[in-house]
């Protein structure tokens, strides 16, 4: 029997952690587990009304440190700019901690027992519009994060990491992806976590990023 934590939808929703310091490298997860939360992940919406999705487990040894190097390389360096940036809206004592916890977790990303590559099936074009990518993404990210969901509630932490995009090419290669029609998401490691109590994550208050309305009004705008 696969056991789960029994958390309420808002535990699991305000806890679920990106998790890299307390991840049990030395405890093996079977694949059932992995299947459970997979079935999971199938539940969730589409933005196209259709299932394109497709999940790579991946958990030979080789395959890993393969992969764990690509998004190493990646996000070390990217091959592609990144077009955000919100580091004035972090603590610098937390970013601090962050970024260190970081570093030891890539350095023993390899040793991940099951990494999980959520795919989506597509036909690549060239400058898609917003509104070819919102479908796209849509259709694939909600599942994805579903799984990450279904994770923390048996008992398991994952990361959400996209650096291996940057050498997506070569991971498809590696792992006989067709590249030219199904698309790589995101690379979630998986593995137990050393105890299972993790608490609501320091963010900014969600009214202040809230716009009622127009962008820029933060008060909510009650009827007459």
């Known amino acids: 029997m696969i056991e789960s934590l029994g958390l309420s939808a808002t535990e699991v929703l305000s806890t679920t952690r990106s998790v890299r310091r307390r991840m049990d490298l030395t405890r093996p997860v079977p694949p059932e587990v992995v299947e459970a939360c997979l079935d999971l992940a199938t539940q969730a919406p589409t933005g196209r009304n259709r299932q394109h999705w497709e999940f790579v487990v991946v958990t030979d040894p080789g395959l890993r440190k393969a992969l764990a190097a690509?998004?190493?390389?990646?996000?070390?360096?990217?091959?592609?700019?990144?077009?955000?940036?919100?580091?004035?809206?972090?603590?610098?004592?937390?970013?601090?901690?962050?970024?260190?916890?970081?570093?030891?977790?890539?350095?023993?990303?390899?040793?991940?027992?099951?990494?999980?590559?959520?795919?989506?099936?597509?036909?690549?074009?060239?400058?898609?519009s917003v509104v070819q990518q919102a479908g796209v993404w849509g259709s694939i990210l909600p599942a994805a994060w579903s799984f990450a969901l279904?994770?923390?509630?048996?008992?398991?932490?994952?990361?959400?990491?996209?650096?291996?995009?940057?050498?997506?090419?070569?991971?498809?290669?590696?792992?006989?992806?067709?590249?030219?029609?199904?698309?790589?998401t995101v690379l979630l490691p998986?593995?137990?976590?050393?105890?299972?109590?993790?608490?609501?994550?320091?963010?900014?208050?969600?009214?202040?990023?809230?716009?009622?309305?127009?962008?820029g009004n933060h008060t909510t705008a009650h009827p007459d």
């Not at 923390?152 to 995009?165: A, D, I, Q, S, Y």
């Not at 998986?190 to 962008?215: K, L, Q």
């Open 70 to 128: 690509y998004c190493l390389n990646g996000m070390t360096r990217p091959t592609q700019p990144v077009y955000f940036d919100d580091s004035d809206r972090w603590d610098p004592v937390a970013r601090s901690k962050l970024l260190d916890g970081a570093q030891d977790f890539f350095a023993r990303l390899h040793e991940v027992p099951v990494m999980v590559l959520p795919c989506v099936r597509m036909v690549r074009t060239p400058n898609p």
């Open 150 to 184: 279904a994770a923390r509630e048996h008992g398991l932490g994952t990361v959400w990491l996209p650096g291996h995009l940057h050498h997506e090419r070569e991971v498809a290669e590696l792992l006989g992806i067709d590249y030219d029609n199904v698309m790589q």
């Open 190 to 215: 998986v593995a137990y976590t050393r105890g299972t109590t993790f608490h609501r994550g320091p963010r900014v208050p969600a009214g202040t990023v809230t716009h009622w309305n127009r962008w």
